[in-house]
Every structure is written in C-alpha cells, then in structure tokens.
C-alpha cells in the first residue's frame, strides 16, 4: 500500500512505524467468526474422529477386536495377522472420514509433536492402483528423522529411529490424516522421545504402588496414574503479533514498557470472555470434543489477554498425549480467527505468567483414588501412607523435579525477579498438617496394650469430613494438595507434561519401593505386626520429610531465607537446575527404576542444554536486530527532529530565552544519545559473548556460557529500549506497545 506523503519527518515516521500502524488499523475491522457447532447434542459428535473401542467393535472382527483390549489392558502383543486386520478395520473406518493419508505421530524431544504423511495409495500386484494400509505399516515406521535432537544417541549416518504403536492411545482423524500415536526409538533401541520413558514410569509406579496397596488389600491389581493439565496461554491479535518480530521468533516480547494499566485491578479475572475469543474458544472446543478430549473448563486469567483451558482428568499417558493436541490445535484454530497462541511462559515481563497445572493422582483398580481420605480407618491409613510416601518423595527428589521442569521460557516464571521462587515445598492444609504432627509426635507407648495402640493409631487416622471441601487452598504452593490429587504447578505452559510426570512417577515408585522395603525390614527384625510397622514406618517418614511441608506465602522473601535454613534447593541457573539429573539420588530414581539407561539419560540432559542455548542464542540475535535496526534509527529520527526544533527555538528567541526554553530538550537529547550508544556498545558486546560461547567445547560449557554471559545483556539492552520508548514521540515508534498487545479485544 502506498501513501502521499508531504514532508520528509512525516515519510519518516510512516516508514518507520508502518507494521505497527497497519496493524492497528486491520484490528479496528476484526469481526468474531460464527462457529458452527455440529449439532446441540454433544454426544453426537463427542470422539466421532477417534478410533474407540465402539468403532473397533463395528470396524474390526471379533477376534481383532479382542487382540487389541488385551493390549491395552494385559500389554500382550500383537501378532502381525492381527496387526494387518486392525490396520485394515483403522483404514475403512478413517475412509468413512475422508481420510487420505495416515502418520506416525511422536513426540521428538523439541517442543510439539512430529508427523510424517504417508497416502494409502499403493500399487497393487497388477500394477494397479489401490489402497492399502498394512499392519507392518501400523505398528512400526522408520522416519527419515535425523534432524530431531537426540543428545548424540545417533550417528547421522546412521539416522535411523523407528516408531512403533502405542495401543493404549486410540487412533485419531485431524483433517484428511489418520494420526497414530507412536513411541519414537533409536536404530539400538534407545528412548529418542517423551512417551516411551513416560510409559516405563507409569508401570513403574503401577508395580511399585501395587505391592504397597498389597500390604491393605490383596485384591488390589493394578495402580493407575491419572493427569489433569491446566493448559494457561495468551492471544494476541496476528496482525500486531506479526508486527512485533520478537514475538514471532522467540515467543515473547524482549522489549516493551509496561502499561499503564496492567493487571492491577485483576477485572480480568473470571471476567466476560471477549466475542472474538469466545469464538475462538468455542471452536476449539468442538474440536477437542471431536478428538474425544474432554474439555471442560475456560475462563480468563489473571493477566488481560491471558486464557485457560482444563480438561476432566484422564489416564496420564493419553491426557498427555491429548495436551499435545490440544497445544497444536490451539495454534492452528488461532490463525484462522486472526490471533495469534502464545504458549510462551513469560511472554510479557510484568504481567504474569502462564503454567501448566499438572494435577496427579494415582486410582486403584479396584477403585480407589489413593490421595482421597478415605471414610473410614484403615482406608484412611491407605491414604495415608500415600500421603506421606509423596512427602518423601518430593523431599528427597526436589531437585529432580526442578530439573524436570526448568527451560529458557520457563525460568522467567520461576526464580526471577517478579516470580514465585525455584524452590519446591508442599502444601497440605491445617487439617492435614495438624494430623501428621500427631502422628509424628507421639512418644511413650510402652506400657500401652497393643489394643490400646490401635484405639490410639485409629483416633489420629479420623479425617474429617471437611477436608474434602478443596477450598483450603494456597495458590503459592509448588506442589498443592488439593483435597483428592496433588497439584504440581510449577510446569510451564509450552512444556511436555511426560517431563514432569516421568520424573513424579519413577520419583514416586522408588519412594514406594524403599518404603516397603522399610516395612518388611520392621516386621522381621522386630516382630511388629503388619499395620503396626506401617504406622512406624509412616512416622519416620513424617518426620523425615517435614522440611519440605510449608503452609505459608511461598513467594515471599521470608520464604527464601526459612527454606534456605531448612536445606531446600533454590536453584534459578537453567543448566545447573538441569545438570542435576545426572546428580545421585536422580540416578538412583531414573536409572534404578529402569526409566532410562545410562545413554538416555546423558542424551536427555545433552538435548536440554542445547535447547536451552539455542533459545537463548536465538532471543540474543533478535534483540541485537530489533536494537540496531528498528530501535536506534528511530531514536536517531526523534533526535533530529529535537535538534530540528532547538535550531527554530534559536532562530526565534533572544539566547537568554533560548537558554531557558531548551533546557529539557537539550537534556532528553543527551540522554537519548546516552542511551543508543549503550545499545550500540552492549550489542556489540553481547555479540562478542556469543562469539566467545559458541566456541566452547561441549553442550554444558556452552549452556553455562549462555546462562552466565550473553543473558544478562537482554535485560541491560532491554531496560534502555524501554526508557527510549517513554521518551520517543509514539507516532514513529514502530512496535505495537504492551497496552496494544495486551489490551485489543
Ligand atoms: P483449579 O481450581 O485448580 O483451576 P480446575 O477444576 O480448573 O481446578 O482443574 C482441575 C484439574 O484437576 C482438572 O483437569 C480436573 O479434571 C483435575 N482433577 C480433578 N480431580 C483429579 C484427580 N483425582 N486426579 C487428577 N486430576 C484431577
Ligand atoms: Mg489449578
């Protein structure tokens, strides 16, 4: 589009500030976009692009049918006559669909998730086309996939990793493609993605959990994990998102001065959701619906602009598996109402932030939710011991959590300036707090009757009743329980939740195993009764892991300086945080338990410092860009344009009034000068640093260097372009500002 332009400051200013302003003038035409919801009845279309055992029944014989729960239920394999008869029931059922080609779909350890489109057609004997889906090709792929991160399990040349099937997440339709959940692994077998040691920790805490339950009830089989996740995002309209480079390249704003209203008055909070939003929200959610993901929540948060989405909580490997979706579709359904998803943790400094709630739970088969009080005694030493086995376990492997959840994004929510800090404790309420210090301090018993003991341990077990109302919270907390779950919340928005829920899982099953062991150990050597030594057992626990019990303000300052005395870990350096994966207790949880083997694990922590340095290299280079090229030309035309003014000032007045009306114009140029030759030496100098770090040997040395010496840059470049923001005239700034990103509806 072209404009007249008349003097020389107003092309200036048009050129300068144009991505801005045509942005701006495009919003003023948003309309929200009608969504047609397929029919007023959910059921109707709830899950229609899932393969489901109700569509295996219709699609596949009897015997396939069978094949396939046994899988997924007892883990018994699947022959390669079945595979062929499932593939086929999965083809003609997708066709019913419009489906033309179909994919393996993983989850690399890069952000999101990876397919590859293969068509259905085939030649067939005669040299005919047809279509064919076969069962080798449903149960196992070989992606050209050299290119994902693999912390040099693989040698490029020989870039194989297969992918295989994953039976207990059922097929889905997105589009024209028949999606199959796949795990991703090595030509030598080993993990290359999320959910194959997601899956191995998962049964892990199963048999562990199992054997503990076993001590209550023999009856009980099988220990389910199950995941709730609190997806937060923001949106931002697309033109100003594509305005604003930073945010297309690296997620976040790198600059910006805050607004002059931001959150203060918290209306956003559960206010009215705005009718292009909800427009897109509910989109989203009929295609969730589809995808049978069971969303059931949306409201605003505390930040303007800023959303989240929950679904009911399902079995942690496909509710994983669903916020992958969930995370892709969000994107995709975005674009087409013309906003854009920032699933960045931080994507704007001063405004708060976006998690990923991961509510856990473990449920036994025969029903049980292992972390709900139970209605009577022994149910409730069941829920107990649970209890307690997760204090340990959170105690004991504080800095295997932190590792889990730590990255570039994510560490501007956690242990920086305006965030809660990078310390873990756990919150359990008065009620529940006042029952384990009970426990923990009761002394003499000797000279009590066993009877006595018991009337005694039963009294302590009584929960009441109003510890299942969840409004005793604290929304401080790391790590919350929440009536019949815990919550971990320190996850951020954009990450895989098998992270977290890998190191949780395997956390907990060898907290489960170590505390059996304990039980049997007291029942022998000294002759307790069963219950007896469990209740023993649980009080050393208590009393061991009470440091990290903490009811108070989690991010005050006090905080900090009371965990720091009680020996808690704060640790905000990214690549240290992470380096302690590969420390003693994370090893005896990951490679005990058999999660990883000793290759994965160094890869896992390779691929994660990696991450971490490309995501800080990227933001240092387009900041460096923005700075010289956007930021300083601007400032130098402002400049002018002041000494433009000071020369008319001159023309005009006597020097004693000139002297005395250009006072403040001559200091803001100084200070506008000030300010872009420190934009220019601190760009220059943090390129040097780059330079310097990228010549380091080894993915840790460079991680550190990245963290230590190119990062601070960005907070020091930041703070001059933020100053030259207040003092340049608005008309020729040429990056939407915080109060268009965050405030346009
Ligand atoms: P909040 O008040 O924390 O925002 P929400 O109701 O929005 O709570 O979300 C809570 C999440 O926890 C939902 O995904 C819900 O299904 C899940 N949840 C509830 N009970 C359990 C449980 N026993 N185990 C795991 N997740 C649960
Ligand atoms: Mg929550």
């Not at 003609?92 to 690399?108: C, D, E, G, M, R």
């Not at 076993?214 to 994990?225: A, G, S």
């Not at 203060?264 to 009718?275: A, K, N, R, T």
């Amino acid at each position: 589009m072209r404009r007249k332009t008349t003097t020389n400051n107003q092309r200036n200013n048009h050129v300068m500030s144009k991505m801005r302003f045509f942005a701006l003038q495009e919003l003023a035409n948003r309309k929200p976009l009608e969504v047609e919801i397929p029919s007023n009845k959910l059921t109707d279309y709830y899950g229609s692009h899932v393969f489901d055992r109700k569509k295996m029944q219709e699609y596949l014989p009897k015997e396939a049918y069978q094949a396939v729960v046994n899988a997924i239920e007892k883990g018994t394999p699947i022959n390669r006559a079945t595979a062929d008869l499932v593939a086929n029931g999965m083809k003609n059922w997708a066709k019913s669909l419009n489906v033309t080609h179909y994919t393996h779909w993983f989850q690399p350890l890069t952000d999101g998730t990876a397919e590859k489109h293969d068509g259905f057609i085939e030649f067939g004997e005669e040299g005919d086309v047809i279509e064919r889906f076969s069962g080798k090709l449903l149960v196992q792929q070989e992606p050209d996939a050299s290119s994902f991160p693999n912390g040099g399990i693989r040698n490029t040349f020989e870039a194989r990793g297969y992918t295989a099937w994953d039976v207990s997440s059922p097929a889905f339709v997105v589009d024209t493609t028949l999606c199959i959940p796949t795990i991703f692994i090595s030509y030598t077998g080993e993990a290359l993605d999320y959910k194959t040691p997601l899956l191995k920790a998962l049964a892990a805490v199963d048999r562990a959990a199992t054997e503990v339950c076993k001590l209550f009830d023999p009856h009980i089989n099988k220990v389910y994990t199950n995941l709730g996740w609190e997806q937060e995002y923001f949106l931002v309209d697309l033109a100003l998102y594509n305005a604003r480079p930073d945010l297309c390249l690296t997620g976040r704003t790198l600059m910006g001065h805050s607004s002059a209203k931001d959150q203060q008055l918290e209306d956003h909070y559960f206010g009215s959701i705005p009718p292009r939003v909800t427009a897109f929200m509910k989109e989203l959610e009929v295609e969730c619906h589809k995808l049978g993901i069971p969303v059931k929540t949306r409201h605003n948060e505390v930040a303007p602009n800023q959303f989240e989405l929950a679904p009911i909580f399902e079995n942690a490997n496909l509710a994983n598996d669903h916020n992958q979706l969930v995370m892709d579709l969000m994107k995709r359904i975005a674009r087409k109402h013309h906003f854009a998803v920032l699933l960045h943790e931080k994507p704007y400094s001063g405004v708060n932030g976006s998690g990923k709630h991961n509510n856990w739970s473990l449920c036994t088969d025969t029903g049980i939710n292992l972390f709900a009080p139970g209605k009577n005694p022994k149910s409730n030493l069941l829920f107990l011991t649970f209890l307690v086995n997760v204090l340990m376990m959170v105690y004991k492997n504080q800095d295997l959590l932190r590792a889990s959840i730590v990255s570039a994004g994510n560490s501007h929510r956690l242990g920086a300036n305006e965030a809660p800090p990078a310390i873990l404790s756990i919150f359990l309420g008065k009620q529940l707090s006042t029952i384990l210090d009970q426990i923990a301090s009761q002394t003499d018993e000797s000279g009590r009757s066993a009877e006595e003991k018991t009337i005694l341990r039963l009294g302590i077990g009584r929960i009441p009743e109003i510890l299942l109302d969840t409004t005793d919270r604290n929304r401080t907390s790391p790590f919350a329980f929440t009536g019949n779950r815990f919550e971990f919340r320190a996850a951020g928005s954009s990450a895989n939740c098998a992270a977290a829920m890998i190191a949780i899982n395997s956390a907990m099953a060898s907290q489960l195993n170590e505390f059996r062991v304990g039980v049997e150990r007291l029942m022998e050597e000294t002759h307790l009764s069963k219950e007896e030594a469990i209740f023993q057992q649980m009080k050393q626990t208590i009393i061991a892991s009470a440091p990290i019990r903490f009811e108070g303000d989690g991010y005050s300052q006090q905080w900090r300086e009371e965990a720091a005395r009680r020996g808690l870990t704060n640790i905000s350096h990214v690549p240290e945080a992470l380096m302690h994966y590969m420390d003693d207790q994370a090893r005896t949880v990951l490679l005990g338990e058999h999660i990883f083997n000793e290759t994965e694990l160094a890869s896992r922590v390779e691929v994660e410092l990696e991450k971490y340095t490309m995501k800080v290299q990227i933001e240092s280079r387009v900041l460096g860009d923005l700075a010289i090229n956007h930021i300083v030309p601007t400032a130098v035309i402002y400049q002018n344009r002041l000494l433009e003014n000071l020369r008319g000032l001159r023309e005009t007045f006597s020097a004693e009034e000139y002297e005395e009306l250009s006072a403040d114009r001559k200091e803001l140029i100084r200070e506008i000068s000030h300010r872009v030759t420190s934009i220019k030496q601190l760009v220059r100098q943090m390129t040097e640093a780059r330079k310097v770090a990228n010549h380091l040997d080894g993915f840790k040395a460079r991680a550190f260097a990245y963290q230590e010496q190119v990062r601070p840059y960005l907070d020091e470049i930041r703070d001059h372009i933020d100053h030259l923001e207040m003092e340049i005239d608005d008309e020729i700034w040429p990056l939407p500002k915080y109060r268009e990103l965050l405030f346009t509806k």
